[in-house]
């Protein structure tokens, strides 16, 4: 299996857990890495905070956090684990609403940057961050061509 969802506090109106898989397979599939594995996990604003302020030392509540195996510990026995993608949900929410967007499309967003994330891309420069939105998009286009196959909520 080469997605693994864990929602926490959800179940979330507005995203059916076979929508964000079949999403996330597409945006592992538009890398090239169908063979590799990663988690994406749906949270609260509170944990995402807790996390953001151990991993980051950023007391504040943040939309996605990416963990690539590759950075752990003993990262170079990863194979084929990717890493974890942690979204908050209620953060994401509110960035749809204002960006006037349905959840889905938001998170798949989220998704694709936090994946980027773990296949190492940075956006600590303004052209690592141009190309990193490019791709970004790209994964968007590959994951929206291959879902939703359930009515989008706002």
Partial sequence: ?????LVEDGPYEGLA?????????A???????????WS??????????????IYRKKNKPTDVLAFPQADALHGHQA???LGDVIVSVP?????????RRDLLSEVTMLMGHGLLHLL???HATAAEDRRMRRETARLCRAAALAGPTTKRAR
């Fill in 1 to 5: 299996m080469p997605v693994v969802l």
């Fill in 17 to 25: 857990k076979r929508d964000v898989l079949v999403r996330a397979r």
């Fill in 27 to 37: 945006m592992l599939a538009a890398v090239q890495s169908s063979d590799k594995e």
């Fill in 40 to 53: 994406v996990v749906f949270t609260g604003d509170d944990q995402i905070q807790n996390l953001n302020r």
């Fill in 79 to 81: 194979g084929k684990l």
């Fill in 91 to 99: 953060t994401a929410r509110r960035q749809a609403a204002k960006a």
């Fill in 120 to 122: 190492g891309w940075d």
